[in-house]
């Protein structure tokens, strides 16, 4: 029999990021705990024709006691604190009644979780209601881990010591990262649009640009991946000169993006997620810390020298010194990734195998 799993995640945001996770995460569980039927409860308000309760709501921990036998929450960025609306809002995107979580009487998984900020931002301040009810949500779980080392620091700050077992989405398949096929194009993730709204976020954006441009004087082939359906006008206008000899890709299909991803020869990942995808299927990654998303992926493998940066100078000129290196498949560039790949492996497989001992012994009594 299939264990049935409520999924409690970002969905249906228009991000293939939040599906990507999604994704990796129920992968990881059916590894560990066998043949998985899930069902996917939006937890946050970000959702696209979400109907019906959301979140860790007094309904949804009704249906979950009735018909769940584990509760899974996790994914994405619903750690990140948000500009408050009032003094006593719970100001993360993770919508949680901490009154009705006591009633919650099934096994709790909390996974691939994160902070974050807008580009440029630092990290708000957790309010005190927020404070109050992630920790009696991690005090609940059988087990818990965040996607990197910012977030376990956050936490700390209001009381809750966790781990880091990383994102999922680095471990979609256990392949080393390796050189890859030099007739394969180079995937370069566009830049949201949102950052054009943000200061400095117009001359990171021309950066930007400016190293696509540089791509394609060198005659290398490449694709740039949209991640958003929202970013498909911005990408229009500001890459109109260079098509039709630049491929712009967008899907909604997941499989298909990570075919697509399949398909090439490295990853610069101007999108977290798509440095992670690159990096889990195998390929060598330039990472990108466009905001603390990005930041506390290139921290958590202690990427600093091999990353770019925004408000930094000389990024253009080390972006390109960097993806020569990627494309020549200089070892020491492959060697440095795939170290990085294998520890935070061994620890994210560590996390879930502890997290499926203390399942066990729970679903028997059960």
């Excluded at 190293?211 to 206008?237: F, P």
Aim: with cysteine; charged share 20%.
């Amino acid at each position: 029999m299939s264990l049935r799993v409520h999924h409690y995640c970002a969905h249906r945001t228009g991000n293939s990021g939040d599906d990507l996770v999604a994704l990796a995460l129920r992968q990881t569980l059916e590894r560990r705990l066998g043949p998985c039927a899930f069902t996917t409860i939006a937890v946050s308000e970000r959702g696209r024709g979400t109907t019906g309760p959301v979140g860790l709501c007094p309904e949804n921990i009704e249906r979950s006691n009735s018909e769940a036998d584990l509760v899974l929450v996790g994914g994405s960025n619903l750690l990140e604190p948000r500009k408050p609306r009032h003094s006593d809002d719970c100001n993360i995107p993770l919508l949680l009644d901490g009154q009705a979580l006591v009633r919650l009487q099934r096994p709790l998984l909390l996974a691939g979780m994160g902070t974050g900020s807008s580009f440029g931002k630092p990290i708000r301040a957790y309010t005190r209601r927020a404070g109050q009810n992630l920790r009696a949500l991690f005090e609940r779980a059988l087990a818990h881990a965040v996607r990197d080392t910012p977030t376990v620091q956050r936490l700390a700050k209001i009381g809750i010591q966790t781990q880091c077992a990383g994102c999922p989405v680095a471990f979609l398949t256990d392949r080393p990262v390796q050189a890859q096929d030099a007739r394969r194009p180079l995937i370069v993730s566009f830049p949201p649009a949102r950052i054009l709204h943000r200061f400095g976020g117009p001359a990171f954006m021309a950066l930007a640009l400016r190293y696509l441009r540089w791509l394609r004087a060198q005659g290398i082939a490449l694709v740039v991946t949209l991640h958003e359906a929202t970013d498909r006008e911005t990408a229009r206008v500001l890459l109109g000169g260079l098509q039709p000899a630049v491929e712009v890709f967008y899907t909604d299909d997941l499989p298909a993006l990570i075919d697509r991803f399949e398909q090439c020869r490295g990853v610069i990942g101007f999108r977290l997620h798509a440095a992670l995808l690159g990096m889990g299927l195998g390929k060598p990654i330039i990472p990108v810390g466009l905001d603390w998303r990005g930041l506390g992926f290139i921290k958590t493998i202690g990427a600093d020298d091999i990353s770019i940066r925004p408000f930094r100078f000389g990024q253009l000129k080390k972006l390109q010194s960097l993806t020569t290196r990627l494309l020549e498949n200089d070892p020491l560039l492959l060697a440095r990734l795939r170290l990085a790949k294998q520890s935070l492996f061994a620890g994210h497989e560590e996390f879930f195998r502890q997290a499926a001992l203390a399942f066990t012994p729970r679903a028997q009594a059960g």
